[in-house]
């Protein structure tokens, strides 16, 4: 007898553990689990994307795939140009359908913190003009870098006229993207003179 209430209990917890798995239960739909979902994943993806290109624009090595205009400024200027308008509005189509980081440049003439107000209001100025041709101002993000990148070589305003600049890319750039900066071209390698004879003159490059 008692084997039989024991056999009848262990009967009746096996079906009260056994349970139905709801039907179109999916293990990573927003909201169950701890992974947060495939819009979470998504978010993440999108995150690290726009991290990494943050990174090559920091280390001036933006792939020339993923810019999609680069506008140009006079010096001590952040406002649009007529000029450059074209290119902006060449591209507020495409600008329209992704996200942008707009990155702002100066030249080396300025404090170092004057620069980087300057190099800001070029990008903000870039955003502005985008903006009033119907991109959405949430999906764009402004990095102002300041003079950088620039030619410190420059001894002219003219030359350093390539620097003043704000350059649209794009964040759904879709090809690789490195931050490491552009490697510098090798020093050519300078053969020993012969024993017992004198050094060759050193010739200007």
Not at 10 to 27: D, H, K, Q, Y
Not at 86 to 109: H, L, M, N, Q, S
Not at 110 to 126: K, M, P
Request: charged fraction near 20%; include cysteine.
């Amino acid at each position: 007898m008692k084997r039989f209430t024991f056999l009848l209990a262990l009967a009746a917890l096996s079906v009260g553990c056994t349970s139905r798995i709801p039907e179109g239960f999916n293990p990573l739909s927003s909201g169950s689990g701890a992974s947060g979902g495939l819009d979470s994943l998504d978010t993440r993806s999108a995150n690290a994307r726009r991290d990494a290109l943050a990174n090559a624009i920091r280390s001036g090595n933006i792939p020339p795939e993923a810019i999609l205009a680069t506008v140009y400024f006079e010096f001590d200027k952040y406002t649009v140009s007529a000029t450059e308008r074209a290119k902006v509005d060449a591209v507020a189509g495409r600008v329209k359908a992704t996200e942008v980081i707009i990155a702002g440049y100066t030249d080396t003439f300025g404090t170092e913190e004057y620069n980087l107000g300057l190099s800001d209001r070029r990008a903000q100025s870039v955003r502005d003009y985008l903006v009033k041709l119907g991109a959405n101002q949430a999906k764009s993000e402004i990095m102002a870098l300041g003079s950088q990148h620039a030619d410190k070589n420059a001894a002219g305003r003219q030359s350093g006229a390539k620097d003043r600049k704000a350059v649209i890319v794009d964040v759904n750039y879709g090809g690789p993207v490195s931050a490491a900066p552009a490697a510098a071209p090798a020093a050519r390698p300078v053969a020993a003179p012969a024993a017992g004879s004198a050094p060759a003159p050193v010739t200007a490059l």
